[in-house]
Structures are given as structure tokens and as C-alpha cells.
């Protein structure tokens, strides 16, 4: 039996550890799914509904305790840890009720032909998901799928495996056995689920690793969601508030570490406005207080591992051999702790300008206009989020022509309440949550009559 540690990235402490699931055992895993799966679909979408909602209510109750494995073994502030807890089990009544809407039977007539518009299951999900949000992101990619009346076997990050199956637990005291199930490990379990008898694959995680899944589900022409990696521009227009826009790229860029999907990687700043900009920028980058996630005053945690943590340290010293400018921290990491760094001088040229940093880093490029700006924020194969600062009408203006899927305008990326999130080109393959974003777990079948 081999078993699955995890790590406190902030201390090295072994914080516990679970069974890796043998590759063997897979095929095992997903056939029990999908004899549950008849029985889940069989209740109704009212039955789930209610089931889910119920089971869920656990992750509220338990927020404290939770939070505090998720600081553990993910590193992020405990207070954020908490919240995300929170907020997956505070809304999901509301959830569940968005998710009925999406998925409930519609009628379409003609005058000669009516038509019902079923949203029925695929069967089973996989889902496969990242350290970095490890309650959200598991929570996001099954409760859709659950809804529609799939059963889902759910494979987490190696880096988080405790929270996710102390999740898959909570949710398991009201679920029917085998609607929900966990199998632990890597890369090998990974393609294992892939290559298995499974319907749908929801991914979040790198656009390497959503590459090689789509190649591998294209044999049997597997149904796939893929949210994938960023490289997140910010532009800040002239006429731009510059303490705000500065504090802002400073929240954006050093949150949760800098290991967010939507963070700000690239700022552009017009040539007028950069001194002004960078000074803000810096001078909230200094305010950030570095340190273990279970400590109250800490902002910023420790990279998820030392790999991370190398890959953003290189990232960084190969852009100053390069000749970009330490404007901001740059010294004092240590163990898996990056300091919040800002760089200007940044160029195209660059390796830290067009591959993900996934750290606490903000790269400033100048430029000498808003159009330029625009051109050079399109310049990547890149298209999850950005965000534009500026004179509203100018922005709104500038947000209509970035091949982002999702552009805040004085603002973050994030949409409005039913909204989904979504990506464009090659961050993003399918999406999820809204309306739209729900009804990709599910098959549509139109049954029609004469009228």
C-alpha cells in the first residue's frame, strides 16, 4: 500500500497523508459510479437538488476546522482558507436553484411541431482539479455535474489530497454510496481516470496537461470541460487613477501567492504614467506581510512547493539577466517563501512575459500608447482574463477589443452573479458556471411530436 503525504508548505510538517489509489483499482472505481449512476438519474433533478443542498450545509458547519486543513496544506492566510469553505457551502442553495433552471425540461413549438429540449447525463465525470483553490475548484466541477444526475469520481491535486477527501466526506454523509468517490495520486492516476470508461472530463490546471487530456479523449470523442492556465494582462490606460490601479495590480498580483489562474502577469502602463504607477504599485507590494497562512497578520503564504518555488525565482533572475529592473523585493525568500517582487522594464523578449509565473510577481511593460497596450495584451496564446484601468468610456472601449473571456473594466475579471467563467483561446476548452456553464454537464436529446 503506498501512501500519499501531504506537507505543510510553510513549515515542511508532515500535516497527514492518505492511500494512493492503485492504478489497478481505477476501472474498479468508475464501474461502481456508474451502477450508482442509474439510481442518482432515477431520483430527479427536485431530489438531488434537495440531497445536495443538505449535504453541503456540512461545509458551513465545519468551516472553522476545514479552514484550518486547507491553511495547512495549501499555505494560503487561514482567513481566505475559511472563506472559501464559506462560500461553497453558504450559496448552495441558490446554486442548486440556478442549476434546476439551467437543466429543467423546455418546451419549443412551431406551428406544426412541438418540441421538448431534455438536459439528461452523460453518466460519469471525472473530475480533476488543482491545489491552489482545493475546496472551490472540486466543488465548482461536481456539484454541476452531480446536479444533471452524473456521478463523478473525483481526482485532486497529489499537493492537496486531505482537504478534498475531507470535502468528498462531508458531502458523503448525505450522499448515496458511490455517487461521489475519491481516488488519490499523480500523473499515473491521472491518465488512468482519462484512458477509463468515463463520459465527461472536467480539468482544471495547466494548458499542457489540458492539451494532453483532450489528445487522449479523442479517440472515443470524450466530452470535455478544460479550464486551463493565463497569463493575465492589465492595462492601464491614460487618465488612468493610478494609486487605485497600482493597488489594485498589487491585491491581484500577491494573492493567494500569486497562484491564482485570473492574476495579474503582465501591466501595461503608458511611458507618461509608469514612474507614478510603479511608486503605488511598490509602495502596496511593501505592505504585504509574508508569512505562514496561520498567522493573522500574514497576507501572503508560502508557493505550494519548492518546484513552484524555483520555477518563479527562475522566472525572475533570468528577466534581470535579461535587463529587467528590480523595482520591489527581489531579496529575502526563503524555504517556499517568495517575496512580493515588482519588475519594470520588462520586454516581449522575455520569458516571464509570455510563460506562467503562477507567483508574486507583476511585471510592469511600458508602452507608448493605449493601443499599443491593447496590441501587446492580445500578443499570447493566453485568453482567460484581463483587466483594464482608465477613463470608463475609453476602457469599456479597450475591454471590447482584448481576446480575454472575461475583461473587468476598474475592476476584477470576475462577472456578475450567474455569470460563467470562462476563457478564450487556448485557456479554456468548454466552461463552467452560469447558465450555460451548468448545461455543459449535460447531454441535450430533443424528443418531438406533431403538433
Known amino acids: 500500500m503506498t501512501m500519499l503525504q501531504s506537507h505543510n508548505p510553510a513549515t515542511g510538517d508532515l500535516v497527514g497523508e492518505v492511500v494512493a489509489t492503485p492504478v489497478s483499482e481505477i476501472d474498479a472505481v468508475v464501474q461502481r459510479a456508474r451502477a450508482a449512476q442509474v439510481d442518482w438519474d432515477a431520483i430527479g433533478l427536485e431530489a438531488r437538488g434537495e440531497l445536495l443542498v443538505k449535504a453541503c450545509k456540512g461545509l458551513v458547519e465545519r468551516s472553522e476546522?476545514?479552514?484550518?486543513?486547507?491553511?495547512?496544506?495549501?499555505?494560503?492566510?487561514?482567513?481566505?482558507?475559511?472563506?472559501?469553505v464559506k462560500s461553497c457551502g453558504s450559496s448552495i442553495a441558490k446554486d442548486v436553484q440556478g442549476m434546476m433552471e439551467a437543466l429543467r425540461p423546455e418546451?419549443?413549438?412551431?406551428?406544426?411541431?412541438?418540441?421538448?429540449?431534455?438536459?439528461?447525463?452523460?453518466?460519469?465525470?471525472?473530475?480533476?482539479?488543482?491545489?491552489?483553490?482545493?475546496?472551490?475548484?472540486?466543488?465548482?466541477?461536481?456539484?454541476?455535474?452531480?446536479?444533471?444526475?452524473?456521478?463523478?469520481v473525483l481526482k485532486p491535486s497529489e499537493e492537496t489530497p486531505l482537504i478534498a477527501q475531507a470535502y468528498v466526506d462531508v458531502l458523503n454523509e448525505v450522499l448515496p454510496t458511490d455517487v461521489l468517490q475519491c481516488v488519490h495520486?499523480?500523473?499515473?492516476?491521472?491518465?488512468?481516470?482519462?484512458?477509463?470508461?468515463?463520459?465527461?472530463?472536467?480539468f482544471t490546471g495547466?494548458?499542457?496537461?489540458?492539451?494532453k487530456i483532450l489528445q487522449a479523449c479523442a479517440g472515443d470523442l470524450k466530452r470535455v470541460v478544460l479550464e486551463l492556465g493565463g497569463k493575465d494582462p492589465m492595462l492601464v490606460l491614460e487618465g488612468a487613477d493610478l494609486a487605485r490601479s497600482g493597488a489594485f495590480a498589487a491585491d491581484n498580483s500577491f494573492r493567494n501567492a500569486g497562484q491564482v489562474c485570473v492574476s495579474t502577469e503582465r501591466i501595461y502602463v503608458t511611458k507618461s504614467s509608469a514612474d507614478a504607477f510603479v511608486d503605488h504599485l511598490c509602495d502596496a507590494a511593501k505592505k504585504k506581510v509574508v508569512g505562514n497562512g496561520m498567522d493573522s497578520e500574514t497576507d501572503v503564504g508560502p508557493m505550494i512547493s519548492t518546484r513552484q518555488r524555483d520555477h518563479v525565482l527562475s522566472q525572475i533572475d533570468a528577466a534581470i539577466a535579461d535587463g529587467a529592473i528590480l523595482a520591489s523585493g527581489g531579496e529575502g525568500h526563503h524555504e517556499q517563501f517568495v517575496m512580493p517582487t515588482v519588475l519594470r522594464g520588462v520586454t516581449h523578449d522575455m520569458a516571464i512575459a509570455n510563460d506562467e509565473t503562477f507567483g508574486p510577481v507583476a511585471c510592469v511593460i511600458e508602452v507608448e500608447d493605449d493601443a499599443e497596450a491593447v496590441r501587446l495584451a492580445n500578443a499570447s496564446p493566453f485568453g482567460l482574463g484581463a483587466v483594464v484601468f482608465g477613463p470608463q468610456e475609453?476602457?469599456?472601449?479597450?475591454?471590447?477589443k482584448l481576446k480575454a473571456g472575461m475583461i473587468g473594466v476598474n475592476k476584477s475579471c470576475g462577472g456578475a452573479e450567474g455569470t460563467p467563467w470562462v476563457g478564450a483561446q487556448e485557456s479554456g476548452y468548454g466552461f463552467h458556471g452560469g447558465k450555460e456553464g451548468h448545461r455543459q454537464f449535460a447531454q441535450v436529446r430533443l424528443v418531438s411530436t406533431r403538433q
Do not use: Y
Not at 65 to 84: D, F, N, Y
Not at 137 to 148: F, G, K, N, Q, T
Open 394 to 400: 475609453a476602457a469599456e472601449a479597450a475591454a471590447r
Open 107 to 152: 418546451v419549443v413549438e412551431d406551428a406544426r411541431i412541438r418540441t421538448t429540449q431534455f438536459r439528461d447525463p452523460f453518466g460519469v465525470c471525472a473530475a480533476i482539479t488543482p491545489w491552489n483553490f482545493p475546496i472551490s475548484m472540486p466543488h465548482w466541477m461536481c456539484l454541476p455535474a452531480l446536479m444533471a444526475g452524473n456521478t463523478v
Open 206 to 211: 495547466s494548458r499542457e496537461v489540458g492539451k
Open 185 to 202: 495520486g499523480a500523473d499515473d492516476q491521472g491518465k488512468a481516470l482519462v484512458a477509463a470508461n468515463v463520459d465527461l472530463i472536467a
Open 65 to 84: 476546522s476545514l479552514g484550518k486543513l486547507l491553511t495547512l496544506e495549501m499555505g494560503k492566510p487561514l482567513a481566505s482558507a475559511i472563506g472559501e
